[in-house]
């Protein structure tokens, strides 16, 4: 089964009550989400609201695993998947800012020793296209995730399981098409990656971890299954089959996509951590960390290509923009002004995150369990919470 990882934005409004808690949560918005969670049959089910770089609003209702009474807590981890893209394109512009990256650098220029005998559309492939999906590398396709799988990957570092995937795709020539078009690749973002660690002299993990979550001081964040190997220390996701059998994936090598993609999708972190990732994108950095210079972090969230889908996943909509490692879209809830989101999942589990920088607003929302109905319901939750505290 393929491992895709989407993004998405949109959706549905019901009143919140206002219920004091601590400080650095906000009101809780547990009334709220218990009974979507119920309703759309979800183990669990988190969502946190900031606003001017404050936790204004959080909440986090159900279980760890299906059938079992393990409650969740505020601070439980959930997997963020495809929401790590924008933290990837981040570390890209510290690196930019630095001088030892340009957007234009070349997958040949960066990686060309590593890769012998590339083709030369791949190698001419840049930075700035990897990160917007402008590259031509197509959306996952069967011959892209057997390398994901190769079984060579157990006696491989990360950073040379990156490099092999690289070198058996970019042998193929690629389809140049003189205008920038959108295919969401996640083998463009391992890519990115790796050219990251080549210039950095350091592996994506570290670089995430040191320079991201550690100045942000997201103390919950962390790479890989968001349950400590024989325990429920964390809501862990849940398979679903082409039958509808559903089943716990707390740990091991089915509970989260190859660690070698870890560039396109892997972190995971609490909810309330989630948010301050969404805030310090919704005040552009102006708080602090400086960790990108304010034009490079414009960069980073303006649009770089439209998308026009045809028969696009659960919860993206059929047109819009990408920027890097965000999706901007417009939508009535938003009157109709374009904000960033983007969705992440590894097939287990579902996370939203929602970006408005003009309004000084983020929204996060998780749940460990995936699938349309979990979708449309962070979608709706979204939507809700945007209108209730954005305006």
């Given at each position: ?5 989407c993004?998405?934005?949109a959706?549905?409004?019901m ?32 969502a ?31 997997h ?11 570390l ?32 001419k492939?840049?930075?700035e ?24 990957a157990?006696e ?52 995430i ?76 950095g102006?708080?602090?960390?400086a ?32 920027g ?9 809830w938003s ?8 969705n ?8 939203t ?18 699938g ?16 209730r505290?954005?305006?």
């Amino acid at each position: 089964m393929l491992k895709k990882l989407c993004l998405a934005l949109a959706l549905l409004v019901m009143p919140l009550p206002f219920v004091a808690t601590a400080h650095a949560q906000g009101q809780s918005l547990n009334d709220i989400l218990e009974p979507v969670r119920k309703e759309v049959g979800l183990p669990a089910l988190a969502a946190a609201v900031i606003k001017d770089g404050r936790i204004i609003a959080s909440g986090a209702v159900g279980t760890r695993v299906l059938g079992r009474d393990i409650p969740v807590t505020i601070d439980d981890r959930f997997h963020i998947g495809s929401d790590t893209k924008a933290m990837t394109a981040t570390l890209a512009g510290m690196l930019v800012d630095e001088g030892k990256l340009r957007w234009d650098s070349t997958i040949g220029e960066v990686l060309g020793a590593d890769l012998p005998g590339i083709d030369p559309t791949f190698a001419k492939i840049t930075l700035e296209q990897l990160l917007s999906h402008t590259s031509g590398i197509p959306t996952d396709t069967k011959a892209i995730y057997e390398q994901y799988v190769d079984g060579k990957a157990y006696e491989e570092t990360l950073s040379q399981s990156r490099l092999r995937m690289l070198r058996a795709f970019g042998k193929n020539p690629l389809k140049v098409d003189p205008n920038p078009t959108f295919h969401y690749a996640n083998l463009g973002y391992v890519a990115a990656g790796a050219m990251i660690e080549k210039v950095a002299g350091e592996t994506w993990e570290e670089l995430i971890r040191r320079r991201l979550f550690d100045p942000l001081e997201l103390k919950t964040a962390g790479l890989g299954p968001q349950a400590t190997r024989g325990k429920f220390d964390a809501p862990v996701g849940h398979d679903v089959d082409d039958k509808g059998k559903i089943t716990p994936r707390p740990w091991g090598p089915g509970a989260d996509v190859p660690a070698g993609l870890g560039p396109a999708g892997v972190a995971h972190m609490s909810i309330l951590d989630f948010a301050r990732w969404a805030g310090w994108n919704a005040g552009e950095g102006k708080r602090g960390p400086a960790l990108v210079k304010p034009e490079t972090l414009k960069r980073i969230h303006r649009q770089h290509v439209t998308m026009t889908l045809e028969n696009p996943p659960p919860g993206t909509p059929k047109s819009g923009g990408y920027g890097l490692g965000w999706g901007i879209a417009a939508s009535p809830w938003s009157d109709n002004r374009p904000v960033l989101g983007h969705n992440g999942s590894n097939t287990m589990n579902l996370a939203t995150i929602m970006v408005d920088p003009q309004r000084d607003i983020g929204i996060v929302v998780t749940t460990n369990f995936p699938g349309p109905k979990a979708d449309e319901a962070l979608q709706s939750l979204v939507r809700t919470l945007y209108q209730r505290f954005a305006k």
